[in-house]
């Protein structure tokens, strides 16, 4: 059980374009989603926080309108990477929690985003 | 912030030696969790600790909840091959998002 997957696993594209990543909850109902993004040989660094059905919080420093994040359901939330641009490379990973109070965490396999 | 430090940073241990990290805070936690990530995946949760003092085991895996909520250590006993990654601790308090440590990063020699 605890099962989250992403889509795509890697994605490339070309500078001002915009990209779409998906994060599932495969076989329970993800009250929370989090939005993580690590850069090589770092840890993880929270961007956002998505209750379904709300606004996501952001962390500081995190571009709202740049990275666009949706959670319209219990089992989906998306991030939108407007506007790509090189310095938006980077490995981002999903995790859903299965409690409001998010004290278990089970990540995605992450998405590679290359931007040329 | 909160910060977490792991100590040591990487190491490169021989198979079937035991290893041994821990995770150090200058803050409090309520719940302190390890993970494990290899190349080009997400992590994935190997134990987590909700009391002081906690000792709580995942087959070769071992897991403690210091005492004075501030820190914690991972054992791996008898390593393989398979157990090279990196491990990351995160602490957690109601309320808060997680803080993830730098990470552990294992190396074991054939």
């Known amino acids: 059980g605890a099962v989250v997957s992403q889509h795509p696993s890697w994605v490339i594209c070309k500078s001002g374009t915009s990209v779409k990543i998906e994060c599932r909850s495969l076989d329970f109902q993800a009250t929370t989603m989090f939005w993580y993004r690590q850069f090589p040989k770092q840890s993880l660094m929270l961007m956002a926080t998505s209750n379904e059905g709300s606004k996501a919080t952001y962390e500081q420093g995190v571009e709202k309108d740049k990275f666009l994040i949706n959670h319209a359901s219990l089992t989906l939330s998306t991030l939108t990477v407007t506007s790509a641009h090189p310095e938006d490379s980077s490995f981002y990973i999903c995790?859903?929690?299965?409690?409001?109070?998010?004290?278990?965490?089970?990540f995605g396999p992450g998405t590679r985003l290359t931007v040329l | 912030g909160q910060q977490l430090n792991q100590s040591p940073q990487s190491m490169f241990i021989q198979e079937g030696e035991d290893v041994s990290m821990n995770c150090t805070s200058s803050?409090?936690?309520?719940?302190w969790l390890w993970y494990k990530q290899e190349p080009g995946e997400g992590p994935v949760l190997l134990i987590a600790?909700?009391?002081?003092?906690e000792l709580t085991s995942n087959g070769r895996l071992t897991a403690q909840f210091g005492i004075t909520r501030k820190d914690s250590f991972l054992n791996i006993s008898a390593s393989i091959p398979s157990d090279v990654g990196i491990y990351f601790c995160?602490?957690?308090?109601?309320?808060?998002?997680?803080?993830f440590g730098p990470g552990t990063r294992l190396s074991v020699l054939p």
């Open positions: 803050s409090i936690f309520n719940t």
């Open positions: 995160a602490g957690y308090n109601y309320g808060q998002n997680f803080v």
């Open positions: 995790s859903a929690s299965r409690t409001t109070r998010g004290n278990e965490q089970f």
């Open positions: 600790l909700y009391k002081a003092g």
